[in-house]
Every structure is written in C-alpha cells, then in structure tokens.
C-alpha cells in the first residue's frame, strides 16, 4: 500500500540524487498530464503549497477572471526520475492536487473529484476501493523527422517470445524504468496485435493507482522515444487490428477484508458485489461516455475483437462488459472489459464507485450471467435475456450521460459541465472533417 513520505524524506532524496528541478503533475479534464517545473530552489515553496500556475489555458478548469491556482503535491507520489537534465541533474516529480487560493480543494480536479467520492465510500463504512489497470499500448516506429508512423516494429501476438527484438528491448527498459522509481511491475508481455503491449503493474487503493497510470503513461512515451520509437494509448490507432483497451479490475474492502468475496455464493461473489455489479451495468451506457471518451475509441468497442459491445457479465465468458476472473479471497474482482487508455482515470473510477455504491444501496441483482458467446447471438435471442449495446459513437454516449444524473453526480456539477461541452465539440469537429475514406469513395460521384 501506499508509503507514508514526509517533507524531509523528499529533502534528503534531492540532496542525495542531485535533483536540480522539480516537477508538479496534475491532470486536466481530458485525462492529459500536465506539469509545472521548477528549480530546486523553490523547494521549499513546493513543500508547503505555495506554487501557483495560471489555470485559465487549462482544458476544463477556470475563467480569466479566476485564474489563479495552487499546487498542492502528494508527498506519497514523490520520485526521482531516471533521466537527467542537460547539466546531468536529475529531475523530480510529485502528483499534484489543484487548490484555488483560498486553500480550497479546487472542484475542477478530476483528483480531488475522486477523493470526494472515496469520502462517500468510507462513510457508507468502506475502507478501500482497489484498482488494478490493464492498459496497453503500441509501439510504432519513427520516420526520419522524428514524427510518428503507422509502421510497427514487429509482427509478434499474444505472449509471443522473441527476445531481442525492437519492442522487447523497448518492454524490457520500460519494465526496469518503472521499476526504478518504485512501481511493482508482475508482468509485460505482447499483446494481440502487431506492435502491442501489455504491462502489468500491482492493485492498489483507486487514487494511488490512479496516479500511477498517469505516471506509466508518461514514462512508457519517454522510454519508447529513448528507442526511437512512438508510443500511443490511442484505443484504434491501426486500423484492422485489435484496439487498446483499459481493463478496470475493482474491488471494495471493509475491515481489512474483501467484502467482494463469499465463501458460499456462486462464482465467490457477496451479495454486496453483485449489487455492486448491477449498479456497473445499470449506468453502463453512461460510463461508456467517461471510459471511452474520444471518437476513435468506438472504433475499438466493434464486434470482431475482444472488447465488449453488450452490457452483460459473465464468469470464464470474455465477451461481456464485465468478467469475473477466478481468483482466491483478496484478489475477488470484478473486470470491467469496455475501457481505454485515454480515459481520465480520475473521472474514470469516480464514475465507476458511484455507481457500484448506489447499486448497493438499491440492493438488487444483477441479470443473469451469459455463459455463450454475446457476439454469435441473434439481436432476438440477446433481447430476449435483456442485453443492451453500448453506445456505438462518441454522440450516443454523450447523450446517454446528459440523461444519467447519478453518473453526472460522480463527477460534480462542473466537471460535468466541462466534460459534456469538451466532447460536444469534440464530436461536432469530427462530423465536419472531411477523410481520405470519403474522399476515395464519393471523389466521382
């Protein structure tokens, strides 16, 4: 679990490593990592909140008449990067809260909108809401201006072994990189598709994992540009082969004990997990607004592939939204299948308690599980067992969350504001951009 650091821990660690600048992480409404740096000099500005950053140019945040923002940094999240500066410093980094400058925690923070919800959850007598991410990535290759390409550095598929090839190079550094800077990697393998990847990274509590994607994220792209190559968490970026996907494997603990697990009941799921269960799959469509929030992720959610297009669960089953992997009493789970990598984690696992809690206080079941494959049943035998599609576009699911209030309570009246008026543009650009497809399909009418 997350390490207790204090102001002087992080004193020492840039004394002994020789860290010349300091990093401030936070992240916008888009799930994009931000950052404000600064000399070790001001390091006892950053250990007692006192660095501000205008927040007007930042997606989702403030007006020009309240710009003025404050950095309040997690001392857990301290680190010293493995690359240098140009003088051969190194360079510190610290996730970061946004404050307004009357101390107070800013309601335009995906950040501090999860530590709301968290509160929600401890005071229905919850301790801990563990996370653990799956999420992929593709390696592509540069061209001679250091821009990115389609091209993929191998051809290899899942749990392929090949030990010496560009992508396994770049794995493995990627690995020992994250490594270094206190993340417990258990695995990294290939995945499916030509040039994917997969690494694995220990559960935690929701905010600690959380910010640690943000942080996997942020080193995979350096890693993979240290080895000439691009790294995207694009959910479609080539097209013909597998997306990249987010799976959210979600666990809620009560008195030091998984409160997901029964002994006696079917599938070792308590009564509280599957209401749990059914709050996910009551407000799916909804979710499926914040887990896959661009136009390109619904060229992921298709049938074909993996990732789930019907809202339904199931044990062993991979074709519904959410599987239940077998697993011992801790690691009782629930794996939600439909989310990628450019969801906002924050807002992502805000969305996903919210509705888990509510479904526990409703206290109703979920719809029975689906032992057959979801893809090969006929749109008669899947409404005949209640299942629904999810959102087929960016639209659908923007107008599915206008319609869900509890979905819009879990990420607060603001961010759900900014969040429906960043997607409706987001949509209304792409309906007025004109592809080469269209262009080589009506050219001649």
């Given at each position: 679990?997350?390490?207790?650091?204090?102001?002087?821990?992080?004193?020492?660690?840039?004394?002994?490593?020789?860290?010349?600048?300091?990093?401030?992480?936070?992240?916008?409404?888009?799930?994009?990592?931000?950052?404000?740096?600064?000399?070790n000099s001001q390091l006892e500005k950053v250990l007692s909140n006192d660095i501000r950053f205008d927040g007007s140019s930042i997606d989702g945040f403030v007006r020009l008449e309240e710009s003025d923002m404050v950095l309040y940094?997690?001392?857990?999240?301290?680190?010293?990067?493995?690359?240098?500066?140009?003088?051969?410093?190194?360079?510190?980094?610290?996730?970061?809260?946004?404050?307004?400058?009357?101390?107070?925690?800013?309601?335009?923070?995906?950040?501090?909108?999860?530590?709301?919800?968290?509160?929600?959850?401890?005071?229905?007598?919850?301790?801990?809401?563990?996370?653990?991410?799956?999420?992929?990535?593709?390696?592509?290759?540069?061209?001679?201006?250091?821009?990115?390409?389609?091209?993929?550095?191998?051809?290899?598929?899942?749990?392929?072994?090949?030990?010496?090839?560009?992508?396994?190079?770049?794995?493995?550094?990627?690995?020992?990189?994250?490594?270094?800077?206190?993340?417990?990697?258990?695995?990294?393998?290939?995945?499916?598709?030509?040039?994917?990847?997969?690494?694995?990274?220990?559960?935690?509590?929701?905010?600690?994992?959380?910010?640690?994607?943000?942080?996997?994220?942020?080193?995979?792209?350096?890693?993979?540009?240290?080895?000439?190559?691009?790294?995207?968490?694009?959910?479609?970026?080539?097209?013909?082969?597998?997306?990249?996907?987010?799976?959210?494997?979600?666990?809620?603990?009560?008195?030091?004990?998984?409160?997901?697990?029964?002994?006696?009941?079917?599938?070792?799921?308590?009564?509280?997990?599957?209401?749990?269960?059914?709050?996910?799959?009551?407000?799916?469509?909804?979710?499926?607004?914040?887990?896959?929030?661009?136009?390109?992720?619904?060229?992921?959610?298709?049938?074909?592939?993996?990732?789930?297009?019907?809202?339904?669960?199931?044990?062993?089953?991979?074709?519904?939204?959410?599987?239940?992997?077998?697993?011992?009493?801790?690691?009782?789970?629930?794996?939600?299948?439909?989310?990628?990598?450019?969801?906002n984690p924050y807002l992502l696992l805000a969305a996903c308690l919210t509705a888990g809690l509510d479904g526990i206080k409703q206290q109703q079941q979920p719809m029975a599980p689906i032992t057959s494959n979801v893809f090969n049943?006929?749109?008669?035998?899947?409404?005949?067992?209640?299942?629904?599609?999810?959102?087929?576009?960016?639209?659908?699911?923007?107008?599915?969350?206008?319609?869900?209030?509890?979905?819009?309570?879990?990420?607060?009246?603001?961010?759900?504001?900014?969040?429906?008026?960043?997607?409706?543009?987001?949509?209304?650009?792409?309906?007025?951009?004109?592809?080469?497809?269209?262009?080589?399909?009506?050219?001649?009418?």
């Amino acid at each position: 679990m997350t390490k207790t650091i204090t102001a002087d821990d992080i004193r020492k660690s840039v004394a002994d490593h020789d860290v010349r600048f300091l990093r401030l992480a936070f992240t916008d409404i888009n799930g994009k990592l931000k950052a404000v740096e600064v000399p070790n000099s001001q390091l006892e500005k950053v250990l007692s909140n006192d660095i501000r950053f205008d927040g007007s140019s930042i997606d989702g945040f403030v007006r020009l008449e309240e710009s003025d923002m404050v950095l309040y940094p997690d001392f857990s999240t301290w680190a010293v990067l493995p690359w240098s500066d140009s003088q051969g410093g190194k360079i510190g980094s610290l996730t970061c809260s946004v404050h307004t400058t009357d101390g107070e925690p800013f309601a335009g923070d995906p950040r501090n909108n999860l530590k709301r919800v968290l509160a929600e959850m401890k005071d229905m007598g919850f301790s801990d809401f563990d996370i653990g991410f799956e999420a992929e990535f593709h390696l592509l290759k540069l061209d001679s201006n250091n821009d990115w390409t389609t091209q993929v550095p191998d051809h290899d598929s899942y749990f392929d072994m090949n030990s010496d090839d560009e992508s396994a190079r770049c794995r493995r550094d990627i690995v020992e990189t994250l490594e270094s800077i206190g993340f417990e990697v258990e695995a990294a393998h290939h995945e499916v598709g030509d040039g994917q990847q997969e690494i694995d990274f220990k559960f935690d509590n929701a905010l600690t994992t959380a910010d640690r994607v943000q942080t996997f994220k942020m080193v995979v792209r350096e890693v993979a540009r240290k080895h000439n190559l691009f790294a995207t968490f694009m959910a479609k970026p080539l097209q013909n082969q597998p997306g990249n996907g987010m799976h959210t494997n979600m666990s809620l603990f009560k008195n030091g004990k998984n409160a997901f697990y029964s002994k006696d009941n079917e599938y070792h799921l308590s009564d509280t997990a599957l209401y749990f269960l059914n709050g996910i799959l009551s407000h799916a469509r909804a979710i499926t607004a914040v887990a896959n929030p661009t136009v390109n992720s619904y060229k992921r959610l298709i049938p074909g592939y993996e990732a789930p297009v019907y809202i339904s669960w199931a044990a062993k089953n991979r074709s519904p939204l959410v599987r239940v992997p077998s697993a011992e009493e801790v690691n009782t789970r629930l794996e939600m299948r439909s989310a990628d990598p450019t969801a906002n984690p924050y807002l992502l696992l805000a969305a996903c308690l919210t509705a888990g809690l509510d479904g526990i206080k409703q206290q109703q079941q979920p719809m029975a599980p689906i032992t057959s494959n979801v893809f090969n049943m006929s749109e008669e035998e899947r409404e005949a067992k209640g299942i629904k599609p999810l959102p087929s576009t960016l639209h659908n699911a923007i107008t599915a969350f206008k319609a869900d209030k509890l979905i819009q309570s879990a990420l607060g009246s603001r961010l759900s504001k900014s969040f429906i008026s960043s997607k409706e543009l987001e949509w209304a650009q792409y309906t007025q951009t004109v592809s080469d497809w269209e262009r080589q399909r009506y050219m001649e009418y």
